[in-house]
């Protein structure tokens, strides 16, 4: 059965612009991978480019010739940056420079690729790839708010080993992971026309200005579920206690910090087709949060709590109530505590973990409970499991 990004990219026109990188000689691959699934590409590439790969390469690949130049007299009738642009589904740049993300941030069209990105009528994607300090430099930052803030969707980068010798933020997403967050780009993709809300992290509970209430969620699960369901090509919300991820591509993020403030960001984005609560949200709050800082006072302190609302449940008991989607953390007897969870919430779906098993790792080993019974995820990295999730509960759903 071909993938859903094989679907999504099959008859679609894609626009591969390549910038000046190191990265540029994966794109090679990427623009291997579009035309397998069967996607139009033409690729433009800047003069910065061609110092690293050839326009030869490219055209190979996509069958195709490759566009360099705005001011090139053989190519059509002048009006290429219009034409390529009112045809295409997607401009997708990859790898986006520094350099080019700065004269993007600005409306600058003083070549065809950047001419191309403020001509175009179609969605605009970019996938940074740069030297960690250049990623993190005040600039980088201004241009990256300013380009998401005009709609341009940000995949990555991925953290790691750079070809510079250095670690850090700043490596293209691989080819791969960038296929799979095509379906979302292009609208397609089987949950495409629907919102799906997920709540993902701890959450801290404030006890004085200075300390807080908070537990050892890292948020991961919560991210890598958004992203899935982002990549099958739902509007995606992810109302985010504190963590240090990077938002998943086209997922649109609400921070928060206290239960209190989820649940009335949770409220906020209601109505939506499905619900996904990953959050380890904190069952209790200090009764009330002192507002300085506590002083000693010799002797041990007492702190009284009190419950936080259950949004999950809440959410679940409306007239409007999503497609529901629960996690439960359990030490020890994990279906039993995990179906009574299903039940007391009435949630059509319930994922069930061990704690101890999953806190603070990359992979985890999940059931599901629904109505069918049980539904066992063999142990995968926790964006496998979430596409699995994500799998799960489209059939359900349909
Ligand atoms: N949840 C929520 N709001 C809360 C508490 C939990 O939305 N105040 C959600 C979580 O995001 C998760 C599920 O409910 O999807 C977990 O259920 P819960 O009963 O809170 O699990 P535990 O805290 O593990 O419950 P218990 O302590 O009873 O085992």
Request: glycine share 8%.
């Amino acid at each position: 059965m071909p993938g859903s990004e094989t679907v999504a990219v099959t008859g679609k026109k894609i626009i591969l612009g390549v910038t000046g990188g190191i990265a540029a000689y994966k794109a090679a691959e990427l623009c291997r991978l579009l035309v397998k699934a069967g996607a139009d590409v033409d690729v433009v590439m800047t003069d910065a480019a061609r110092q690293f790969v050839t326009p030869l390469t490219f055209q190979a690949l996509s069958g195709r010739p490759v566009q360099t130049s705005l001011w090139d007299a053989a190519q059509g009738d002048g009006m290429e940056h219009i034409h390529l642009t009112r045809a295409a589904d997607l401009l997708l740049v990859a790898p986006a420079s520094a350099d080019f993300l700065a004269k993007l941030a600005q409306g600058r069209a003083d070549d065809l690729l950047t001419t191309l990105c403020l001509a175009r009528t179609c969605r605009l994607a970019v996938a940074p790839a740069m030297n960690p300090e250049m990623w993190a430099a005040a600039p980088t930052r201004r241009n990256l708010d300013r380009l998401r803030a005009d709609g341009v969707a940000v995949l990555g980068p991925a953290t790691g080993e750079m070809a510079c010798g250095e670690t850090g933020p700043g490596r293209m997403l691989e080819p791969a992971e960038l296929m799979a967050a095509l379906p979302g780009l292009l609208g397609a993709g089987p949950l495409a026309g629907k919102k799906v809300l997920v709540t993902a992290g701890p959450t801290f509970e404030p006890i004085d200005p200075v300390r807080g209430l908070t537990n050892r969620s890292s948020g991961r699960m919560g991210y890598a579920v958004a992203q899935a369901a982002a990549e099958a090509g739902a509007e995606v919300c992810l109302v985010s206690g504190p963590t240090c991820l990077a938002t998943p591509a086209g997922v649109r993020r609400v921070d928060v910090q206290s239960a209190a403030d989820m649940r009335e960001a949770v409220l906020r984005e209601l109505p939506a087709a499905v619900f996904i609560a990953v959050a380890a949200v904190a069952d209790y709050r200090a009764a009330a949060a002192a507002e300085h800082k506590l002083k000693k006072q010799g002797g041990g302190l007492t702190l009284e709590l009190v419950e936080n609302p259950d949004i999950l449940a809440e959410v679940a008991a409306r007239s409007d109530a999503p497609f529901c989607v629960g996690f439960a953390a359990e030490t020890e007897r994990l279906a039993e505590h995990a179906d009574a969870k299903r039940r007391r919430k009435q949630l059509p779906l319930l994922v069930g973990n061990l704690a101890q098993d999953t806190l603070g790792r990359a992979d985890a080993e999940l059931v599901l409970f629904d109505d069918h019974g049980s539904h066992f995820l063999p142990r995968a990295d926790k964006l496998t499991q979430a596409r699995r999730l994500i799998d799960h509960l489209v059939q359900r759903l349909s």
